[in-house]
């Protein structure tokens, strides 16, 4: 077992406001969001027809293939970001909920297509086959908080030394399969998605990769490289209660915070990137979850999910990342398309972008579907 | 109408009672469980052929305005 500490050295991101870090971050300060009514969803007769999108970038223009060009774009970048070059003891963890789901809907359309093209392991498959990464590879399928299971699974790989580094995250490419399963659902915004908000009216579908590359301190210290963040926690939890719905006490949640808090102070944590879905129930339980660890003053609370839409799989990998900028440069980025926030949840929504000169910590936090609850810490170096 | 409503809610969960209140919240007060409305209303819109707006969806919280919006859209 190595005593190190297990650091972020590079990040690399492909979200609907910008494939830059930079450019992200720039534009989640503003309180942009990527929302907006697609013309095809509308033409192909989609109940909800508003989604984030990833725009930029010279994507793969077949669709059966779109994730795997994401993820691509993301993998390179923050491998480019830490300088690391990979060997065979270079692990890669992804993250994903649906899949290259562009497949089973060609499928669907009578595309002769094999149908485990589609599957969530392509993601780790193209990594190694396109970067020559020769380390062990595993997907997580585990809905909503899968980055956060990719990520927290490749810090423990590296300390236990089964690997020497690891790239780790999520990646989410546009599904149709959940952009009609969550309108059908009515999980969904007709408008746009206000987490916290107290006329909130849903989630809003997003896709988005995210990779942050990880490896043991005295490594990185080695070679060079400059640690942008600590992964100084990770906790998971099963709620056992229902297919869709969380627990209303937000207990399950609170455990997995709980357990990724264990051996950190709670003064340390200056910002929680929230799960925030902007569904009425969703961001209540959260609200009691927070309540319940932290007490009566739950440190400041921003989701990304108004500005980029929920990403799935990728969505805690790209909480991730925006928690390593956080760190950086010291600043909370707001909960976007926040209009009045809802009192009962007696939270401390950022609205604005915030300084916040003493962060030390961000607990980012991501749930699922059956209950899957998640909770990363990452710290300043 | 009620009668053929508490058909397709029992249908979609047998547990449901057949004898619900058509003026009481199904999810606020009788405590059914949202995912087995939003079956029902998904049943009652492939049997009526009507589709309701997410934007008008919420305002389906009884029996009774159910009934009425579906009275109101058939074709």
């Known amino acids: 077992m190595s005593q190190d500490r297990v650091v972020v050295t590079g990040v690399g991101v492909v979200t609907p406001l910008g494939c830059d870090p930079e450019m992200l971050w720039a534009r989640l300060l503003n309180g ?3 929302s907006q009514t697609w013309p095809d969803l509308l033409a192909e007769g989609f109940p909800v027809h508003r989604a984030c999108r990833v725009t930029e970038g010279a994507l793969e223009p077949d669709p059966t293939r779109r994730g795997r060009a994401l993820t691509r774009i993301a993998v390179r970048a923050a491998l480019s970001d830490s300088g690391l070059s990979p060997t065979g003891r270079t692990g890669v963890y992804v993250g994903t909920t649906m899949g290259e789901s562009g497949v089973f809907e060609a499928i669907a359309e009578g595309a002769e297509l094999r149908i485990d093209e589609g599957v969530g392991s392509v993601f780790a498959n ?37 690997v020497d580094a690891a790239v780790a995250g999520g990646v989410e490419p546009f599904s149709r399969i959940a952009m009609l399963g969550f309108a059908r659902s009515r999980a969904m915004s007709p408008d746009l998605c206000r987490p916290f908000d107290q006329d909130r009216t849903g989630m809003q579908l997003g896709e988005a990769a995210a990779f942050l590359v990880l490896e043991p301190e005295r490594q990185a210290l080695s ?76 440190p400041p609370v921003s989701s990304l999910k108004g500005a980029l839409g929920h990403s799935m799989g990728a ?40 300084a916040a000169p003493a962060l030390e910590g961000v607990l980012s936090c991501g749930y699922s579907f059956g209950g899957l609850n998640s909770a990363l810490l990452l710290g300043a170096p | 109408m009620l009668e053929v409503l508490r058909y397709e809610l029992h249908e979609v969960n047998p547990e449901i009672p057949r004898d619900l209140p058509e003026d009481r919240e199904l999810i606020v007060e009788l405590g059914i469980d949202s995912l087995d409305v939003v079956e029902f209303v998904a049943r009652l819109e ?17 029996l009774d305005a159910i009934a009425a919006y579906a009275l109101s859209h058939l074709e």
């Open chain 2, 46 to 62: 492939y049997r009526f052929r009507f589709v309701v707006p997410t934007d008008e969806w919420q305002q389906l919280a009884t």
């Open chain 1, 32 to 34: 942009e969001t990527a």
């Open chain 1, 315 to 354: 969505a805690t990998a790209v909480q991730a990342a925006v928690a390593v900028l956080a760190l950086r440069r010291r600043v909370l980025p707001p909960n976007a398309n926040l209009v009045c926030v809802d009192k009962t949840l007696e939270l401390d929504v950022v609205s604005e972008s915030r």
């Open chain 1, 126 to 162: 193209e990594v190694a086959s396109t970067l020559r990464i020769e380390g062990p590879l595993r997907t997580y399928g585990t809905a909503c908080a899968a980055g956060n299971y990719a990520l927290g699974a490749a810090a423990a790989a590296i300390r236990s030394g089964a």
């Open chain 1, 223 to 298: 070679r060079g490289a400059e640690a942008l963040a600590v992964v100084a926690g990770f906790g998971l939890s099963g709620d056992a209660f229902h297919p869709t719905a969380p627990r209303e006490d937000g207990s399950g949640m609170a455990a997995a915070m709980r357990a990724c808090l264990a051996g950190s102070r709670l003064s340390d944590i200056g910002w929680v990137c929230a799960h925030g879905t902007g569904t009425v129930r969703s961001d209540a339980a959260e609200a009691n979850a927070l309540h319940a660890v932290f007490g009566d003053s739950p």
